[in-house]
């Protein structure tokens, strides 16, 4: 089983996302934006980061900048 971030601003999506990723027996993480995705990325250490690239103040490639450095 896998721990999976999921980071977007839409709640329908997030909300679709996780239920698919808890559906197949994945651990699921959630976030609303890219500034909590990144805190939340770091503490928790998923095995991977679903990340919308559209949102505001921190975008999807912002923030994965960031996770990567």
């Given at each position: 089983m896998a721990r999976i971030l999921i980071v977007d601003d839409s709640p329908s999506q997030l909300f679709g996302i996780q239920r698919l990723v808890e559906k197949i027996g994945h651990e699921s993480?959630?976030?609303?934006?890219?500034a909590s995705g990144v805190e939340l990325a770091k503490q928790a250490q998923p095995d991977l980061v679903l990340m919308d690239v559209v949102?505001?103040?921190?975008?999807?490639?912002?923030?994965?900048?960031?996770?990567s450095r």
């Amino acid at each position: 089983m896998a721990r999976i971030l999921i980071v977007d601003d839409s709640p329908s999506q997030l909300f679709g996302i996780q239920r698919l990723v808890e559906k197949i027996g994945h651990e699921s993480l959630t976030a609303e934006d890219g500034a909590s995705g990144v805190e939340l990325a770091k503490q928790a250490q998923p095995d991977l980061v679903l990340m919308d690239v559209v949102m505001p103040n921190l975008n999807g490639f912002q923030a994965t900048r960031q996770l990567s450095r």
